[in-house]
């Protein structure tokens, strides 16, 4: 901050001691994408050595815009906020990174029941474009947040139940192949499916539809075990996993179309004494931390989190300014732990 009777330093100061076009460093300031990281952080480096501070205010008056965004996370009615799965508040992180990174607030919010959902941000001047996160399993509020998409607002989806332009999604086929690869390469013949029955929120059809797919081409059907509703997930893929082994089903690898199902499964392995990975291994999706704190440690289909947090920022600022989104799926990879023979 300035002290009194100096003069305010301006980002033509900065231009002059770095020897740039005052443009480059009001877009550098701004979180400009079209700024190179290295210019960035040559500008926001020389602001702090000339102790330029940014009046917010007067920028949101010239621009017409809040510099925020909000973020909303869906979770079951039935469950609380501690209860989501900590998939999303992984992306909660990575989205917040993102924002800060190109210049924007991020203002979160947690909502669950119909009646007291909350979604108009634009309207409100609390933020400039709305991304929606959360439970699949919540349709009243995904219903009530595409109406909102669809009404032209600005908003932007992960894992919405529906088929929306602005919807980033992982790469679920993909991912559901290289589960059921690895699991063939392990040496399982008669593999387990943990997942919810058909028809499922579109992001589980994908997976199963790519694991069975590369079962096929190995000859091999799918052993299906649905999940039982209610309950937690974790419970839910220890019962679905329960009624396969009291039904004598043989088995030799299991691949849970969530983290939290394959949690689950390990649980119950663990309990009716089955050998993990030496009997059944057992392969799981989304890469939440937990897995790393399982007995065995979890292999799973990871998301690249970071660049679903960049592909969200980027899509909402896009729609923010009338632009179309980025439409290539987040990326995921296979991380080969302790639940599955390496």
Not at 114 to 119: E, T
Not at 125 to 132: E, F, K, N, P, T
Not at 182 to 194: M, T
Not at 207 to 231: C, H, M, N, V, Y
Request: glycine share 10%.
């Amino acid at each position: 901050m300035s002290r009194p009777g100096q003069r305010r330093t301006t980002a033509y100061d900065i231009a002059y001691k770095l020897g740039i076009a005052q443009s480059t460093v009001s877009r550098a300031l701004n979180g400009n994408k079209n700024v190179s990281p290295a210019m960035r952080q040559r500008v926001l480096l020389a602001a702090q050595e000339l102790n330029y501070s940014v009046n917010q205010a007067a920028a949101r008056l010239r621009t017409k815009s809040t510099k925020t965004l909000a973020l909303v996370v869906l979770h079951r009615p039935d469950e609380g906020p501690t209860e989501i799965n900590p998939f999303y508040f992984s992306l909660l992180g990575c989205v917040g990174a993102s924002a800060a990174a190109r210049g924007y607030d991020l203002l979160v919010s947690f909502q669950d029941v119909g009646g007291q959902l909350f979604g108009y941000f634009e309207d409100s001047r609390q933020a400039d474009g709305l991304i929606v996160i959360g439970s699949s399993q919540n349709e009243d509020a995904w219903r009530y947040f595409k109406g909102i998409a669809d009404d032209g607002y600005s908003v932007v989806f992960f894992g919405s139940p529906y088929s929306t332009e602005t919807a980033v999604r992982a790469d679920n086929r993909t991912g559901g192949a290289m589960g059921a690869r690895h699991l063939v390469e392990q040496g399982c013949r008669r593999i387990a499916y943990i997942g919810p029955p058909s028809p499922a929120q579109q992001q589980f059809e994908a997976r199963f539809a790519g694991f069975a797919a590369e079962l096929a081409k190995q000859g091999l059907d799918p052993i299906t075990a649905p999940i039982p509703s209610g309950e937690s997930k974790e419970e839910q893929g220890a019962a679905a996993i329960a009624a396969l082994l009291d039904a004598g089903a043989e088995f030799d690898g299991v691949f849970a179309v969530t983290d939290l199902f394959a949690l689950g499964v390990l649980q119950k392995l663990q309990e009716r004494g089955v050998d993990v990975p030496h009997a059944v291994s057992v392969v799981g999706f989304d890469g939440i931390r937990a897995g790393l704190y399982a007995y065995p440690t979890l292999t799973t289909i990871e998301q690249d989190l970071g660049r679903a947090g960049e592909m969200l920022v980027d899509n909402v600022i896009a729609a923010i300014n009338g632009e179309s989104p980025a439409l290539d799926p987040v990326p995921v990879n296979l991380q080969i732990r302790g639940s599955s023979r390496s």
